[in-house]
């Protein structure tokens, strides 16, 4: 189908951005890959007034190291994280996740900020920033903030972020032990189920994405983690309504985040 017709403008900075998403609010799109927000205005299920193009902004697909931490700019590519050097080396598990995202064509246009500004509920970085207790960096006309992972999930297609705001950053913490293991939709490649885990010293943290309409730290694992990922396993969806649709009904899709959290672990 053909899109709802709309104006476009390209900005060169996050306040040019700003200024539009305050001025035209709800009527007003942000597009920077735009593998997720094309495919709703060609259906007609999203029909803004305008886009606002951030792809061009300077410094916006930067992958840098900040003290002890790994900087990744809003318009990083998945193709970039997968490729980065600095992120395989010092955050291994966030290249294995971008790895796991749709196909070749996806990952060189598709962005993690615009992932997770979507917030879609089998998207696979929700996972991986829950576990390693990243930090989203946002700016609006209040000015910029920063929100914890476990802040910014908020429910199906919703996150923390106001109107007027826009991701200009992800922080990460170095991660030596962390793992992704995903249960693909076969068509899409969007999780049915997806699990990452991150592993210090006796402790570990778990983000689950795909069974739930919200992303989640998966708690009562990692309270019941003691050295036994089986055992610890079984907790998955404790305190969790579980998703039902076309590609697992909801006992399949508990079972399944229950053999992909013991194989995460163990891995």
């Known amino acids: 189908m053909i899109p709802a017709k709309f104006d476009y403008v390209k900005v060169g900075s996050v306040k040019e951005a ?6 035209y609010g709800y009527d007003a799109k942000i597009l920077s890959g735009g593998h997720s927000l094309v495919p709703a205005m060609k259906l007609r299920l999203n029909r803004p007034e305008i886009l606002v193009d951030i792809s ?35 955050l291994a598990i966030l290249a294995q996740t971008a790895k796991c995202i749709g196909d070749i064509q996806v990952r060189n246009r598709g962005t993690i900020g615009g992932s997770l500004a979507h917030a879609d509920p ?33 429910g199906i297609f919703t996150t923390a ?6 991701i200009t950053a ?18 899409s490649r969007f999780a049915v189920v997806g699990v990452a885990v991150v592993k210090d ?13 919200t992303p989640y730290r998966a708690t009562a694992v990692e309270n019941a983690y003691s050295g036994n990922a089986g055992e610890a396993a079984n907790h998955a969806v404790d ?7 076309h590609f697992a009904d909801a006992e399949y899709r508990a079972h399944l985040a229950k053999v992909f959290v013991k194989r995460a672990l163990e891995a």
């Not at 700003?18 to 001025?23: G, R, T």
């Not at 089998?122 to 903030?145: F, Q």
């Not at 305190?239 to 649709?245: A, I, K, L, P, R």
């Open 18 to 23: 700003v200024d539009l998403l305050d001025e």
């Open 239 to 245: 305190g969790v309504e579980v998703m039902s649709d």
């Open 170 to 187: 992800v922080r990460f913490p170095k991660v030596v032990n962390g793992n992704y293991q995903k249960f693909f939709q076969s068509a």
């Open 201 to 213: 010293g006796d402790s570990v943290k778990v983000g689950i994405t795909g069974v739930s309409d």
């Open 56 to 90: 061009g902004i300077k410094g916006m697909d930067s992958i840098s190291k900040d003290g002890d931490e790994i900087v990744i700019g809003a318009n990083c590519t998945h193709s970039a994280i997968v490729n980065s050097g600095l992120i395989n080396s010092e």
């Open 161 to 166: 972020l106001q109107d007027d705001e826009i």
């Open 122 to 154: 089998s998207a696979d970085y929700s996972a991986t920033v829950l576990a390693c207790d990243a930090k989203i960096e946002v700016e609006g006309k209040n000015g910029k903030r920063t929100i914890a992972a476990t802040d910014f999930f908020q």
